[in-house]
């Protein structure tokens, strides 16, 4: 049975447009313009319970938008939701106590107290047994590779640091719903890997479901079998990764070494010409052509090196985002 | 949601603020002094007492006393107990809560199983505690300058004069987190506050105790919070005489005080309610 069942989902927000200078200051306050804004429209999946999902789309499309009103942070303008059996945005405590929602950078824990005592509130506020408490915290803080830097302020800490100790915070309860907003934004290399790999063993271990939006492909590609692609508050994609890759390019890159350089016009009739300098060439070209296209480009060019691949899912995704015209996903 | 805390989160978060409070003691005892109002109001009264015009205020308050009707010792009683009442019913609740909401540290409080308006209660009880050597301190100077205003309450007073300086905490936190409340549809729901200013530093006592309004004004008042949040408690702490030609009556002060948080309670949950329902996370 789905633990996430969102069907119709809406979120429409009312802001206020303000023109600039002084004549746009005098008109806003004599006459205030309004204007809704669809941040999510008619929104529809479901998700199985211990399935990690990746929202994936660019700034303001209407991710963490969809994270709030699964989390029951805020109402939906319309359609039905429901999270492990409850309405979210009730708020009602089991549903409170099943659930976790991290924003990025936004903190749960007190800036000038080390994290230790933030854990302490949410341990009493959660009803968890002192003892108990305890053991969890020292479970989690091995799983995080935490140590004295839970007995530290934490303006101390680094951001990396900062991250995990808000993990931390948001994980003691056990959640069985993870609502991440970009977990690793703003962190090294190393403390997103570390990150990464935390939040795969805490679903292993726990059977949690974790939905998570990330500007970082790597952290999608690491955790998310299945995404979601969300453009202007739309659905485009559910499905796994490579499905994503393949509907976006339905073309596969072929890199070929020349014994000698060619020019546009005779490399044309084999493909799109992505890339040429000198020998070397990158060409797009049609799945279902593809095979038939290397057949041809072997027996009459002057081919040194051949290599085949798929296109790298971040630029596919950021091409997309940059042409920003988008087929929703049929439903 | 459940509103009550049980008492181990009470203390938790009791405990874990004073902690953070602690960090700012200095700060603290700076808004310690800053709230010396009375003892400066109380020299100007005793100036205009001093150049023969406290008659005229006498007769306004229709006390016919030297002052306002009140002793001079009962006059600097008035204004340390009022200089007490207020520093432990000091409410910022609508500052901090509208620089949660807009900095996106109020979601997270939101989606624990907690009213969040209880960790401000908490911040504030835990402030108190950390003010409280402070205003002793304050306290015992202005004590040391005019020891004919020292007395030992009897047990009861101190008692209900506590008492009554809890509920005029609790009255004034709820009205700051009815405006408070308001950020979920305004994002400076702090500047509604000022409207509050001008009754309060008039009517609540801060600058004269009630005795020195016109009878019509006393009134009028009395059937507004601002008395009970410091005038009241102050005038119970001092021992002053109540009931008859004072303007509060033990009983009817505290039956008011109750009055008013059994009508805040259910009008914050009420407004808290549909406020939540308008919250957009702005900045979370």
Not at chain 1, 65 to 70: A, C, E, N
Not at chain 1, 95 to 110: D, H, W
Request: a positive charge; aromatic letters at 10%.
């Amino acid at each position: 049975m789905a633990t996430v069942m969102a069907r119709g989902l809406r979120k429409t927000f009312r802001v206020a447009d303000k023109q600039p200078g002084l004549a746009g200051t005098l008109r806003h306050l004599v006459h205030r313009r309004w204007r809704s804004v669809q941040a999510v429209r008619e929104v529809s999946f479901s998700i199985e319970a211990g399935e990690v999902v990746g929202f994936l789309g660019p700034n303001g499309a209407g991710k963490t938008t969809t994270l709030k009103l699964l989390s029951g942070l805020i109402h939906p303008s319309g359609g039905e939701l429901a999270v492990a059996g409850h309405r979210p945005f009730r708020r009602e405590r089991a549903f409170l106590e099943s659930i976790t929602l991290v924003m990025g950078q936004k903190q749960q824990l007190i800036w000038d107290l080390p994290p230790l005592d933030s854990l302490r509130v949410n341990a009493a506020v959660y009803g968890i047994p002192e003892r108990e408490a305890r053991r969890r915290i020292a479970e989690l803080a091995e799983m995080l590779e935490l140590g004295e830097e839970l007995t530290r302020p934490v303006r101390k800490l680094s951001l990396g640091q900062r991250m995990k100790a808000e993990l931390m915070a948001a994980l003691l309860h056990r959640p069985q719903m993870l609502f991440l907003d970009e977990p690793t934004l703003g962190l090294d290399i190393n403390a997103q890997a570390r990150v990464r790999q935390f939040l795969a063993d805490y679903n292993r271990r726990t059977g949690a479901t974790v939905l998570l939006t990330s500007h970082y492909m790597a952290d999608i590609t690491a955790l998310c079998p299945r995404v979601l692609l969300i453009h202007e508050g739309r659905l485009f994609h559910d499905g796994a990764l490579a499905e994503l890759s393949e509907r976006l390019a339905p073309w596969r890159q072929v890199r070929l070494e020349l014994a000698r350089p060619l020019s546009a016009a005779q490399l044309a009739p084999y493909g799109e010409i992505e890339a040429l300098e000198g020998c070397e060439v990158r060409l797009a070209i049609p799945r279902e052509r593809l095979t038939a296209t290397i057949t041809r480009l072997l027996a009459q060019l002057p081919v040194l090196d051949l290599e085949v691949s798929d296109p790298p899912i971040e630029e596919l995704i950021g091409r997309l985002f940059r042409q920003g015209s988008l087929e929703p996903a049929p439903r | 949601m459940s509103f009550l805390p049980p008492l181990r989160v009470a203390r938790t978060l009791w405990t874990v603020q004073f902690a953070y409070m602690a960090e700012y003691r200095a700060e603290i005892a700076l808004w310690a002094l800053s709230g010396v109002l009375p003892f400066i109001m109380f020299g100007l009264w005793s100036a205009a007492a001093a150049d023969g015009s406290a008659a005229a205020h006498g007769s306004v308050a229709g006390g016919g006393g030297p002052l306002l009707g009140l002793s001079a010792a009962e006059f600097a009683r008035y204004f340390v107990c009022a200089f007490v009442a207020r520093q432990f019913s000091v409410v910022w609740v609508v500052w901090q809560f509208e620089e949660d909401a807009l900095e996106g540290r109020l979601s997270p409080y939101l989606l624990q199983p907690l009213h969040p308006l209880w960790r401000y209660v908490a911040a504030h009880l835990a402030e108190q505690a950390t003010r409280l050597p402070f205003a002793l301190v304050i306290a015992s100077g202005f004590f040391l300058l005019q020891p004919q205003a020292f007395a030992w309450p009897a047990p009861g007073r101190l008692l209900l004069g506590v008492l009554s300086v809890g509920l005029a905490f609790a009255i004034h936190f709820l009205l700051q987190s009815l405006i408070a409340t308001l950020c979920f549809w305004s994002e400076r729901a702090s500047a509604l506050e000022r409207l509050f200013y001008v009754p309060y530093v008039f009517l609540s006592g801060l600058v004269a105790p009630l005795q020195a309004f016109p009878p019509e004004l006393q009134r009028l008042s009395l059937h507004t919070p601002f008395p009970y949040l410091i005038g009241f408690p102050a005038q119970v702490l001092a021992g002053m005489p109540m009931g008859g030609e004072a303007p509060f009556s033990l009983a009817g002060g505290l039956a008011a005080m109750v009055l008013w948080l059994l009508l805040l309670v259910p009008a914050l949950l009420l407004l808290w309610r549909a406020g939540v329902r308008r919250y957009s996370a702005m900045g979370a």
